[in-house]
């Protein structure tokens, strides 16, 4: 028996696979648990090669409009080319297709009386000539216009980049052919020479049409790639400038380098990637600006910018995650997730209008249909979804009500975490309520002279050792830990039995997990106390190394909290070639706590992806904000030096050595009194510090994103550095 398969599930659980008759662009594939799907290629593509012989796309209108009659069908035409007589044919449905090798390409029987069959008008594949600005060119060009030859997507030599082809399955950057992944007019390539980073492809475009595979929409669906409305009016009420105009602003933005964006007129459009519809302005002085689109799923209108819940966000599940509204965005096999109002590269009906109260926002990690766990889908074009990379929340025990359901409960902002009963190190940072020595005698009151009057350890003299009442306290930094001076007439003092604390010592594993609130420091929002144990507070009275010092665990910046630990420096370590990195040489080292944590280095010249989502944090300036004096954070993407050095953005000051990250709109960013600070990712389950602080124009001005050092670039010198010192 003859039988036709498009695509296959494998089914984990089972370890098997079944083979299906359909696939996404026939009928809705339902998601299953446990189960991937993986579609046969030749089955998802509108376009032919050649004749076209082997076209199984599924468009069924000729090319003057009218619709295809059925293969099967006898009526209004009888065929003399049916599914029988060609069963090799794919001749399924009313698809346009080419049985017969007809050398003008696919074709079909009409439905039109009148007209017998006519040819369709099916694009040729993007093999050796390109549609619109090339964004789907899949042809093996490798030389420049300018006759340089292609450096592999894959190498990082002689120039480093953040499109590594892992991380962007779906922009098929193969060997060293040319490709457009970033919104460029054209295909482009990194190139072999040292001179030329990089530099524009020559391919022709096709003479047929592109294929038509979205519809044109007057309200914003996903990014607004697809809007053809005709507002021509900013967030701010600015009038658009005309796409085909050069004043006042030039641009590539025009009709001609995009030529399927729909650049008409002066209406807002959406032609090169980015997060809604925007233009260029009639004002000088403003070069473009976002603008106000209705939603096509909420009818309200789309501001710039994420929208962010205000209370904590707990990245990890509980139950199956049907109420889980953290930011992972990443599956179990570490691909990116789908936003959940793009169809592209999958198909899906669990859209933020189908599901309004699951929290489908931007491609976070969701669970809108009651499976087992949280998951997405997937922008490989090969893997429609997977679970997510989450792990189940650690719920206290349960409550003495046993209706009462047991929840994590993070730690709000300004609220001191609970002080542990044991210590680190010597424990002189110790704050916990034990108050007997290890024989059992009670302690005398710290600012009590009786039974034992003294005058070197008053709370008035140490304010910063924690001497309270009577509490076992090391405010000399005795090696035996912390002690008191007991009420026992015949014993002084005597140290106290305060047990070790049980600290994990791994770089990049904070014990309380970060809120990772995405823009909304300047425009984030305030961190959860001790949730970024690596941040320090660096200060000084002079510029001499000996007025500095380094202030650790803490929260608020002027708070004199349990956790607080202080370092003097005692020399300055600057980076080669005049970079803006240094290393601060202390004077002892700290001792390592739950508030206190070293951050993992990357390796050496390892370059973060385009997009990857990254975090800072600071005591900076906020801009009016909100959150002065407690550490604040915020996240935002990493934008490749190509991008981020276009004129339109930091217009090449960016150099190898730099890196650049920030929402392209502004409204979140590092300041002022932020600079050495940290840009960390995370990455195989741990932060790692892939920049500095360094320099910006400006704080979270639109197409100004911040300026960090990037560390990989740097390794072998801290290695040195370190070793030498």
């Known amino acids: 028996m003859f039988f036709l398969f498009r695509s296959f599930l494998f089914i984990v659980k089972e370890q098997s696979c079944r083979t299906l008759p359909i696939n996404s662009k026939f ?17 998802l593509s509108e376009c ?53 090798g007809d050398t003008n390409g696919p074709w079909c029987y009409t439905t039109d009386k009148n007209m017998r069959w006519e040819h369709c008008d099916i694009p040729l594949c993007e093999d050796e000539c390109m549609h619109c600005s090339g964004e789907n060119y899949r042809g093996q060009t490798s030389i420049t216009e300018s006759g340089y030859e292609c450096q592999r997507w894959d190498s990082q030599t002689p120039h480093s980049h953040g499109y590594r082809p892992h991380f962007f399955p779906d922009k098929y950057l193969e060997e060293n052919y040319c490709r457009n992944p970033d919104g460029e007019p054209r295909p482009w390539c990194f190139t072999t020479s040292s001179s030329k980073r990089w530099d524009f492809c020559s391919i022709r475009r ?117 109420d889980y509204r953290g930011t992972t965005a990443r599956t179990v096999s570490g691909k990116k997730c789908q936003r959940w109002n793009s169809m592209t590269p999958h198909k899906h009906t669990k859209t933020p209008g189908s599901f309004p109260n699951a929290g489908l926002q931007v491609n976070y990690c969701r669970n809108p249909d009651g499976d087992r766990q949280p998951w997405c889908y997937t922008i490989d074009p090969e893997v429609r979804w997977e679970y997510c990379n989450l792990r189940k929340c650690i719920l206290p025990q349960a409550a003495e009500n046993d209706n009462q359901k047991p929840v994590p409960k993070p730690t709000i902002a300004g609220q ?32 009590s002279t009786v039974p034992h009057s003294h005058t070197s350890f008053y709370p008035t003299t140490h304010p910063n050792a924690g001497l309270d009442k009577n509490y076992c306290r090391n405010p000399d930094g005795d090696i035996n830990g912390p002690w008191c001076y007991t ?21 990049g594993k904070p014990k309380t997990e970060p809120k990772k609130c995405p823009g909304r420091i300047v425009g984030g929002c305030v961190s959860r106390p001790y949730s970024w144990p690596w941040q320090i507070s660096l200060r000084t009275r002079s510029s001499r190394p000996a007025a500095y010092k380094v202030v650790l665990g803490i929260h608020r910046e002027h708070g004199n909290e349990p956790s607080r630990q202080e370092r003097d420096v005692i020399s300055i370590l600057k980076g080669p070639n005049r970079s803006d990195i240094a290393l601060l040489k202390l004077n002892r080292p700290v001792t390592l706590t739950d ?30 904000t909100g959150g002065e004096g407690y550490l604040k954070e915020t996240g935002f993407p ?16 960016v150099s190898n050595n730099e890196l650049c990250a920030g929402n392209i709109h502004g409204g979140a960013d590092s300041c002022q009194g932020d600079s050495g600070g940290p840009l ?46």
């Open 27 to 43: 009928m809705e594939v339902i998601r299953r648990r446990d189960t991937a799907l993986y579609e046969k290629k030749i089955y």
């Open 48 to 100: 032919r090669r050649g004749t076209g012989t082997n076209y199984r796309g599924t468009i069924s209108k000729t090319k003057s409009g009218i619709t295809c009659q059925r293969w099967r069908s006898t009526v209004p035409h009888n065929p003399n080319i049916t599914p029988s007589t060609h069963p090799d044919g794919g001749l399924e449905g009313n698809y346009c297709r080419n049985p017969d």
């Open 206 to 322: 096709c003479s047929t049409q592109p294929p038509s595979t979205v519809p044109k929409l007057e309200c914003l669906a996903g990014n607004g790639d697809t809007y053809r409305g005709d507002l021509a009016v900013t967030v701010s009420g600015k009038e658009c400038q005309r796409w085909d105009a050069q004043s006042p602003h030039k641009h590539l933005r025009t009709p001609d380098n995009y030529p399927c964006k729909g650049l008409d007129a002066n209406y807002c459009r959406n032609p090169d990637g980015e997060t809604m519809p925007w233009c260029y302005t009639i004002n000088p002085a403003t070069r473009w600006e976002y603008c106000k689109v209705t939603n096509c799923d909420s009818g309200s209108v789309q501001e710039p910018g994420l929208s962010i819940p205000e209370e904590p966000v707990i990245d990890c599940y509980e139950g199956n995650g049907a």
């Open 416 to 447: 001191e975490p609970s002080i542990p009963e044991c210590i680190n190190g010597r424990g002189e940072n110790y704050r916990g309520k034990i108050s007997k020595t290890s024989s059992g005698k009670t302690c005398q009151e710290w600012s």
């Open 487 to 507: 009420t026992d007439p015949n014993l002084k003092w005597e140290n106290c039995d305060i047990p070790k604390c049980e600290v994990s010592t791994s770089c």
């Open 595 to 624: 508030q206190v944590l070293p951050i993992c280095l990357p390796a050496k010249n390892y370059m973060l992806p385009s997009g990857a989502e990254c975090y800072v944090t600071g005591w900076g300036d906020t801009k009016g």
């Open 638 to 653: 990493v934008i490749e030096n190509k991008v981020c050095n276009r004129p339109e953005f930091l217009n090449g000051r």
């Open 680 to 725: 960390v990712c995370y990455d195989e389950e741990k932060y790692i510090i892939q920049g500095v602080t360094s320099w910006g124009l400006g704080c979270a001005e639109p197409m100004k994103p911040g300026v960090y050092v990037r560390v990989s670039s740097f390794i072998s010198w801290i290695e040195q550095t370190m070793e030498n010192n």
